[in-house]
């Protein structure tokens, strides 16, 4: 009988064999259900063999074989064991954390449901935006897409039953169509926005724009890494449109990487509005388990032409993929910080190249190893130095000395003067700080007590409107003391600056202002942010507060003046790569400013005005920055000069940490190409209640590093570990 090799969701870096029936070649990468011990757990054929070193009274008989959905692609398949090898990572955990939920269970997926039963009793017709869509926008390889709008085009309604017997794709079309506004229902209300794409209203783009699009499509049928670095407001959305509108003309399909699920609708909308019969798939943590089964089925199928997401995007199969695009490459939410450790940036390279096709990172402050690859030629550049809209320039950065302007509640007085006179002129301005909640300590006077989490080195954060104090690392909460817990005193004081407080303060300042709060906590709700823009775009708002989750990718018009507080937390932070994170970060932020025709402010709260990050901020010179920078990490060895990897371990002690990392570093004694460190307790050593440290080692070579982690995690895995847990960490972004 056949044997299958399945991987499965175990921690352990091998398959595991099965007989089974009838299997053949063409059952790699089906799910399967197998017994294992006394459980039934799912897999994935990997390989179907004749002969198993297991001896055949230990061989089991898989239970079934799961033919409801096609077998994941050899490329997916590739694309799992490279990244367990390179991860160290088993390879059942992999595929598993790749999949969506349905597919990681022993039961079979359910059918797709059927949109059709909103609009199936009522007339549906061409809106005034459907009206003017112009078939010659729907490529001509798009059939159905065009015969569709034939049809509408033809009558004034269609009832919604006449489409009954038709196939899916074109129920899903109307579908779109819906949401796009190009078509509406008697019930819908008739107020499609005015959206159509019509050949006006694609911007003509600028000379540099269209050579960054050109550059890239002469060399569409092979792999190559471009590294699109361009300024705040340079465009880069129009690029990836008309790259993207490239690949769709040749019936191809296009990934584009997000780091934020906030940033999903609002490119989900700007991708309906030009591609509005393409059908396209947002792939996010935030949907649920069938939600996200459809879309990847789609994928896999072919049906979806554009698939947008977060990094787990990375993982779906796409089996005519023409291009990959990463947006905020610098983004360190593309790395996953637990489980599986892996950088969808640079699984995005690996598969680009797996299939031979070109991937396009995207930033206005690219990460340094990105910027390094493009300076020494490894990939191609393209610059987009200038704003695309005309007039629009970028703002003015300056830095107010705290230590000359006191601030009181955080606020000195030339940013509060700043803020009046853009409040007289009707302009909208930004608060950025970040931090949330009321303030980050709660202080008592008289005993120096503050309060802490029990689980974690942390302290506990103020949040005053829900009168609680919460860890921001775990989720820990507790009410407000009304006396410290120490010494009795009633005074306790909370210290220093958060969301809400700086929210309250303003509001003292400037009570007729329209300020608003904009932080994780204030966002939570489903589509709060959704009528947060909204409102902003409405000028319903003249104050923003808010933390970096302001900072990502949002274009607010009428956006003047920036204020930012306490940012110089970051400049001397023990993370070698914090300069460069503050960097992007402030960076970012100033980029919300000045983006149509009115000028731009940005000031920033400092007392260390003279600091070279601050200088090169004024200048806006990332160049200038990223050689500086480089230079520091080539002399301190540091990446992108050498390759790193992290052992991390965590325990209830730190001693039975240490004692594991330092057998653990005896292990790497011997490899002479591995420079190792010593082990050290983490910076916040304690969270949710264990303790943590780490070992890092590096090298000059990948390969030797690779080769390295190999042979070390063989060893590391025959150390007795009772009460620890550890896990490797390659190419680590925090340490
Ligand atoms: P980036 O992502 O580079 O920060 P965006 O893609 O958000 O910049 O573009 C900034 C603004 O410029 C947007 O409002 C966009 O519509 C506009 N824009 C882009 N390209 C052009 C162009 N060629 N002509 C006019 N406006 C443009
Ligand atoms: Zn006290
Ligand atoms: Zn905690």
């Known amino acids: 009988m056949p044997i299958v090799r399945v991987a499965l969701n175990v921690p352990v870096g091998t398959l595991f064999d099965y007989y089974a029936e009838h299997a053949d070649q063409e059952n790699i990468g089906l799910r399967v259900s197998v017994p294992f011990g006394k459980r039934r757990l799912a897999g994935i054929i990997m390989e179907v063999v004749a002969n198993t070193e297991v001896p055949p009274e230990k061989l089991k008989t898989i239970q079934s074989i799961f033919t409801d959905n096609p077998p994941l692609p050899k490329e997916l398949l590739n694309l799992f064991a490279f990244c367990s090898q390179y991860y160290h990572h088993p390879i059942g955990m992999v595929i598993m954390n790749g999949l969506p939920a349905a597919l990681r269970t022993t039961k079979p997926i359910k059918p797709k449901k059927d949109h059709s039963a909103t609009w199936n009793n009522t007339q549906l017709r061409l809106t005034d935006a459907g009206k003017r869509i112009a078939l010659s926008s729907i490529p001509k390889r798009q059939r159905i ?7 509408f085009q033809q009558v004034e309604s269609i009832p919604g039953e006449a489409f009954k017997e038709d196939s899916s794709r074109i129920k899903q079309l109307i579908q779109q169509w819906l949401v796009s506004g190009w078509i509406s229902t008697d019930s819908s209300p008739h107020s499609a926005q005015d959206n159509a794409v019509t050949d006006s209203n694609i911007p003509t783009l600028t000379v540099e724009q269209d050579h960054a699009v050109n550059t890239i499509l002469s060399a569409q049928s092979h792999f190559h890494v471009s590294l699109l670095h361009g300024i705040t407001g340079s465009g880069k959305t129009e690029v990836y449109l008309r790259l993207i509108a490239a690949m769709l003309m040749q019936d191809k399909q296009v990934l584009v990487l997000v780091p934020e699920i906030n940033l999903t609708p609002q490119l ?14 947002s792939l996010h943590s935030g949907l649920n388990d069938t939600e996200r089964l459809q879309g990847w089925l789609q994928a896999q199928t072919g049906e979806a032409n554009i698939v947008l997401g977060t990094r787990l995007a990375i993982f779906t199969p796409l089996p005519n993929l023409g291009l990959i695009i990463v947006d905020e490459e610098h983004d360190h939410s593309f790395k996953q910080q637990d489980g599986l450790r892996y950088s969808a940036r640079d699984l995005a390279i690996f598969r680009s190249k797996q299939v031979n096709i070109p991937v396009i990172l995207g930033s206005a402050t690219p990460s340094l190893e990105s910027y390094h690859s493009a300076i020494t030629g490894r990939y191609r550049v393209i610059q987009l130095t200038s704003r695309a809209i005309k007039n629009a320039a970028l703002p003015t950065i300056q830095t107010i000395d705290t230590r000359i302007h006191k601030t009181f509640n955080g606020l000195s007085q030339p940013l509060l003067q700043a803020l009046r006179t853009n409040l007289s002129e009707q302009q909208q301005s930004i608060i950025f700080i970040n931090r949330r909640g009321y303030a980050p300590t709660l202080l008592c006077k008289s005993c120096a007590w503050t309060a802490a989490c029990v689980r974690c080195s942390s302290r506990l954060v103020v949040h005053l409107r829900d ?30 600056q958060g969301t809400q407080r700086v929210t309250e303060t303003l509001n003292t300042y400037f009570p007729n202002a329209r300020i608003l709060r904009i932080d994780r906590d204030s966002t939570r709700r489903k589509d709060a942010w959704r009528s947060i823009l909204q409102k902003i775009h409405n000028q319903e708002i003249d104050i923003l507060v808010g933390t970096q989750i302001l900072a990502k990718g949002h274009d607010f018009p009428n956006l003047s003046l920036i204020g930012i507080l306490n940012s110089d937390n970051s400049l001397y932070s023990t993370d070698f790569r914090a300069s460069e994170r503050l960097f992007a970060q402030l960076m970012q932020i100033s980029g919300r400013a000045g983006r149509s025709n009115n000028k731009g402010q940005v000031l920033i709260q400092t007392e260390f005005p003279d600091h070279p990050l601050y200088q090169a901020l004024q200048k806006q010179n990332f160049d200038a920055l990223a050689k500086n920078l480089l230079i520091e990490r080539k002399i301190a060895g540091f990446p992108p000069y050498v390759h790193q990897a992290v052992l991390r371990a965590e325990a209830h002690r730190i001693e ?52 390295f982690l190999l042979q070390w995690q063989k060893q590391l895995s025959t150390v007795p570990t009772q009460k620890i847990r550890w896990v490797l960490d390659v190419d680590p972004v925090e340490l």
């Open 467 to 496: 009168k609680d104090l919460r860890c921001h690392y775990c989720g820990h909460q507790e009410r407000l003391p009304i006396h410290c817990p120490e010494c009795g005193n009633q005074d306790l004081t909370p210290f220093g």
């Open 656 to 707: 039975t940490v240490i004692d594991f990392l330092s057998t653990a570093a005896k292990l790497a004694k011997d490899y002479e190409s591995i420079e190792l460190f010593d082990p050290v307790p983490a910076q916040m050593l304690r969270l949710k209640g264990m303790e943590r440290g780490h070992l890092l080692v590096q090298s000059a070579s990948r390969k030797q590093l690779q080769i």
């Open 268 to 281: 989900e909308a700007i991708f309906h509005n030009r591609f509005p019969c393409t059908n396209l798939i």
């Open 145 to 151: 897409a065009r015969n569709l709008l034939v049809r």
